[in-house]
């Protein structure tokens, strides 16, 4: 079942792509920017402190604020409710600290269940997948949109196990395939380091697709679930 849903997510991408893009797109070049910004200084003694600021304001911000951003504007475009750009904006601005701590939450469990032998890592991921949907689109409190996730995929837990590992595979897949582009021009042009237009080009991408991923395929997981309640 959910892979028929995540079919579905692709397809409405397809066809919602420039509205989804020109209202997100600022943010993703700004983590571009702060990402490789951040990378710079970290990697310099005298501005270490900065990079810092940078990579703190980048994870703690920005992405959980693109993460409001984007199932906000899914959830609307499959409605076909939009609303004006500012309006997302403030709403994402109000929610970005519950979906930072949430994303903190479910990072932690899933990194202490892959500590524990790898598969209580991967089990506690895909029960907990949904989560972040909850969190947003129904504005639930933290544990309670851990503790909807967990309810809602009690049944077919092997699909979600399944889900949750093509989920991961097509996240890390473009950036190991990032990793050797670069790599192989860093060697045939004798570079110690990515160009800074290029390295702000990557992460806005990277960031990009990301968000793609989770707001597309996983919303449409969460639609058919709440569908068949």
Do not use: H
């Amino acid at each position: 079942m959910p892979f028929s849903f995540v079919s579905e997510g692709f397809k409405f991408y397809a066809n919602t792509f420039v509205s989804f893009t020109l209202k997100t797109f600022p943010v993703f070049i700004l983590i571009g920017l702060c990402t490789a910004t951040g990378e710079i200084l970290l990697n310099n003694e005298n501005f270490f402190s900065w990079g810092a600021i940078f990579f703190i304001f980048t994870n703690m911000f920005l992405n959980p604020f693109i993460l409001v951003l984007s199932i906000l504007l899914v959830n609307d475009l499959k409605s076909e409710n939009l609303k004006e750009t500012i309006g997302y904006y403030l709403v994402s601005f109000q929610l970005f600290f519950k979906a930072f701590l949430l994303t903190l939450v479910l990072s932690l469990i899933t990194l202490v269940g892959l500590i524990l032998f790898v598969i209580p890592g991967i089990y506690l991921a895909s029960r907990l997948i949904l989560a972040p949907f909850y969190l947003i689109i129904e504005n639930t409190s933290i544990t309670e949109a851990l503790d909807k996730s967990w309810n809602v995929t009690k049944t077919n837990q092997i699909k979600f196990i399944y889900l949750v590992l093509f989920y991961w595979f097509i996240l890390l897949m473009p950036y190991f395939l990032v990793l050797s582009v670069v790599s192989a021009f860093l060697i045939s042009e004798g570079a110690t380091q990515i160009p800074y237009l290029i390295n702000i080009s990557i992460n806005t991408l990277l960031s990009y697709f990301q968000m793609v991923i989770l707001a597309y395929p996983l919303f449409f997981v969460f639609r058919g679930i709440k569908a068949s309640e």
